[in-house]
């Protein structure tokens, strides 16, 4: 009781020192200023990820799976279990960092312990929250991609959890049925589904091909641009490593990767439109993912309870023409046309040999 109210009154004064000025901004050094005090502490963390964890504000390797464990945090959350009264996990709350030795096991979540224990140490270093520290990382990490969103921060998770239960992150070999089950028990329809899948449009995969990492799902893996939802559309005729695997289907290029689930989400008559919608609106894509993402990222928490610093995400570069295309060597012939409600839009095809894919470099 007296440690605690102790430490109210530090608190107290750790606010009044850096109390808000005329203009109701306070300052957090470095010429930068905040909404709220408790924001200027994500400024150092942002120089510090930038640097050491994104390899200088790249939209690479890092970025991705960072970018992936927002959601396998995020999504250990269950509103069928919380009406039953049981435990379905605590949604954005950190328990995957928290828990790794039991969460990182889980086979949906093969290979994410890698960025687990790459975060970790910032975390702790900078004295975060899991919870907050996943969500910082992953709209940061995707605001270096090039044409990327800029997604709400809102800091203050708790960092108390309990684990996950498994089977709460969706399989690439789980049928559309089951995903759209999962996803909306989670709180999202299907076409929030394919807001969501818009992260895959910076992505590659390391582990349902173990022999080919880093092959990426679209042509422009470091690009936040629809070439994803173009090229999933493609007629699948090769696979870029060993043959099949599990959640695997065939890819048109030579180098890309394409999952089961992409695949079939992409032509469910449920989710179709959505997806197309992508290929012609890049702002609509962008407005989107900054939508479902808010809703991610405070599965679980009560957002009322945080505090809004998304002032410290960086505004992504919007410089490079973002019009999705063709990839060398296909037609529109080659597309399967999902979407009843609308044609598909007629974009060119890129001049030159056929495009193949170059693997995402590893750090
Ligand atoms: C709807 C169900 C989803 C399925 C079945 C799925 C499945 C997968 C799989 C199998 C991989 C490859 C992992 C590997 O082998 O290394 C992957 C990668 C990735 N996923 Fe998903 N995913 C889904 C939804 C999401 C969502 C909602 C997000 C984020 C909001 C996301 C972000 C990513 C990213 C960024 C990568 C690339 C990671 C990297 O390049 O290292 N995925 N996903
Ligand atoms: C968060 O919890 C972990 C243990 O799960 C602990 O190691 C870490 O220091 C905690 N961080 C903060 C900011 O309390
Ligand atoms: C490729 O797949 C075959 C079976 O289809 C398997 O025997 C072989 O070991 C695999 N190669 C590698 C490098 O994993
Ligand atoms: C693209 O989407 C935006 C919403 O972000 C909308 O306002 C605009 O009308 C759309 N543009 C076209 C050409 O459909």
């Known amino acids: 009781m007296a440690f605690k109210s102790i430490f109210a009154i530090v608190a107290l004064a750790a606010v009044a020192f850096a109390a808000p000025g005329h203009n109701g901004r306070v ?17 150092d963390v942002l120089d510090d990820i930038q640097t050491n964890l994104f390899d200088g504000g790249e939209c690479g390797e890092e970025v991705h799976e960072s970018l992936r464990l927002t ?32 969460e990182t096991n889980f086979h949906a979540n093969g290979g994410i ?11 702790l270093k900078h004295q975060v ?31 108390f959890s309990l684990p996950a239960p498994d089977l ?34 910076v992505a590659a995969q390391d582990h349902v091909d173990p022999t080919i990492p880093g092959t990426p799902f679209d ?20 696979f870029p490593g060993n043959g099949s695997n ?9 180098g890309e990767f394409r999952l089961q689930s992409d695949f079939e989400i992409a032509r469910d008559p449920r989710s179709a439109c959505e997806w197309q919608s992508f290929i012609t609106n890049h702002s609509l894509m962008v407005a989107k993912f900054e939508a479902v993402m808010a809703k991610l990222a405070v599965l679980g928490q009560n957002p009322r309870a945080l505090v ?34 609308t044609p598909f839009p007629v974009i060119s095809a890129d001049p030159g040999p056929a495009t193949t894919v170059a693997p995402v470099p590893s750090s």
């Open 219 to 238: 042509s422009t893996p470091g690009s936040f641009d629809a070439q994803f939802f173009v090229e999933t559309l493609l007629k699948g005729t090769l």
């Open 27 to 43: 300052s957090c050094g470095h010429g930068r200023k905040a909404s709220n005090a408790v924001c200027c502490k994500w400024f």
């Open 129 to 159: 929250s899991f919870g907050d520290f996943i969500q910082f990382a992953g709209a940061v990490g995707v605001s270096n991609c090039a044409g990327g969103p800029r997604l709400q921060f809102l800091a203050g998770r708790s960092n």
């Open 168 to 201: 709460t992150v969706p399989e690439p070999s789980d049928p559309t049925d089951k995903i759209f089950a999962r996803m909306g028990d989670a709180g999202f329809s299907p076409n929030e589904v394919v807001d969501l899948l818009i992260s895959h449009s």
């Open 71 to 102: 959601f396998h945090d995020a999504i250990g959350f269950s509103l069928s279990a919380q009406r039953q009264g049981k435990f379905g996990g605590g949604g954005a709350d950190g328990s995957i960092m928290a828990f790794s030795e039991i």
């Open 113 to 123: 312990d890698e960025i687990v224990e790459a975060q970790r140490p910032f975390a």
């Open 246 to 254: 599990v959640g695997e289907v065939q890819s048109p290029l030579q």
């Open 308 to 341: 809004d610093c998304s002032e410290v995400i960086p505004a992504p570069s919007t410089s490079k023409a973002q019009v999705a295309k063709l990839p060398a060597g296909k037609t529109l012939k080659d597309i399967e046309h999902s979407c009843r409600a």
